[in-house]
């Protein structure tokens, strides 16, 4: 008697979806996440995920906390700046182990068990990216603004550079508080479109004054520090260095990162930062200024910065830009606080390049 054949029934194989989407549709996706963080648990994914990634166009790192360690890397910033409470002297030494961890564990793509990144230690943000080949667009988010004021106070500075500072527009104030609910605000006597005379000799200038260079020279500390990122990745079109606290943003632009690796940078002979050319500043100032939602800024000033002709390097905006780089630094309630400021009797100074 013959033994009965048994029928094996094949498993139904799983259809894997996500093999079905094209590479141009995943790296959409994948440029929708831009976080680094993010982007380096997707690298650790899958070999097809791992090529990708490089690819990516938009990338974001935002820096929670700065982590002082110990072994830098040869050929890196010295670091040991007699300033330590400055958030610039350790900007190398921005480990974050929030956005590193994704990247510390993950194997070279040949298959390899060394760590594409061996010692945490040694690695700056510009390392960070090395790996992505293809990235246009880069937003960059330090974890507190840099120019330290007391509570209460405002103060916003955006910058545009190029090889050297192009434009810079400072809105500060010494008070931002609610309106008094039920009452208007009672205008100060010497609010007729001048300076007061209380703003000389109440400190009211150097104040500002003091605001403006402390600002240029974060602006211009951040522009030296972001050589390595730009002259590694020459694909870059766009690159924004913030911070949490929104005080201060640098940007720069297309022809504005062209124009950085064709020129020398002129870097200060005190400190590690770009040198801040020579300037011409236009001051306005209002007691008081109405903003939307409420809000009252007191003491408002509004500083809009540009080099002088012989500090400049060679590009000469039109006004309407400048206007317009003006108009468009910030934005909400500080917006409308600007457009006031603009109407205001303008006040002119010079400043020599330090």
């Not at 700065?66 to 890196?76: F, K, L, P, W």
């Not at 211009?220 to 694909?235: A, D, K, W």
């Not at 209002?286 to 409420?294: F, K």
């Not at 780089?325 to 934005?331: K, L, Q, R």
């Amino acid at each position: 008697m013959h033994p009965k054949a048994r029928i094996h029934v094949d498993p139904v194989r799983e259809v894997d979806h996500f093999d079905c989407l094209p590479d141009s549709l995943v790296l959409l996706i994948l440029n929708k996440v831009e976080d680094v963080r993010s982007l380096g648990r997707c690298y650790a994914v899958s070999k097809r995920l791992c090529g990708l990634v490089s690819l990516v166009h938009d990338v974001y790192v935002k820096i929670d906390r700065v982590v002082a360690v110990d072994g830098d890397a040869e050929g890196t910033l010295n670091l040991s700046s007699p300033k330590p409470r400055s958030i610039f002297s350790h900007f190398l030494k921005l480990m974050l182990f929030t956005i590193i961890k994704p990247f510390h564990n993950m194997r070279s793509p040949n298959g390899t068990a060394r760590p594409l990144f061996p010692q945490l230690s040694q690695h700056s943000p510009a390392q960070v990216l090395r790996n992505f080949t293809h990235v246009r667009n880069l937003r960059i988010e330090l974890p507190s603004g840099d120019v330290g004021t007391e509570e209460g106070v405002l103060l916003k500075w955006r910058a545009e550079y190029g090889s050297t500072l192009e434009n810079c527009v400072i809105l500060g104030g010494t008070r931002v508080d609610r309106k008094p609910v039920g009452g208007e605000h009672e205008p100060a006597l010497e609010d007729n479109g001048s300076m007061p005379e209380s703003f000389y000799t109440n400190g009211g200038l150097k104040l500002r004054v003091v605001w403006t260079i402390s600002s240029l020279i974060a602006a211009s500390t951040r522009h030296y520090l972001l050589r390595s990122i730009i002259n590694g990745h020459p694909t870059l079109q766009s690159l924004v260095l913030t911070d949490a606290d929104g005080q201060g943003t640098l940007c720069m632009g297309a022809k504005q990162l062209e124009e950085f690796r064709e020129n020398q940078l002129s870097t200060s002979a005190c400190s590690n930062r770009t040198q801040v050319p020579a300037c011409n500043m236009k001051l306005k100032y209002a007691p008081y200024v109405e903003l939307p939602g409420g809000m009252a800024l007191q003491g408002a000033t509004l500083v809009a910065i540009k080099p002088s002709p012989e500090g400049s390097n060679g590009s000469h905006p039109n006004r309407k830009e400048a206007e317009g780089f003006v108009f468009g630094a910030f934005d909400g309630p500080f917006k409308a606080a600007v457009k006031a400021l603009m109407k205001r009797r303008t006040y002119l100074l010079e400043m020599n390049g330090f």
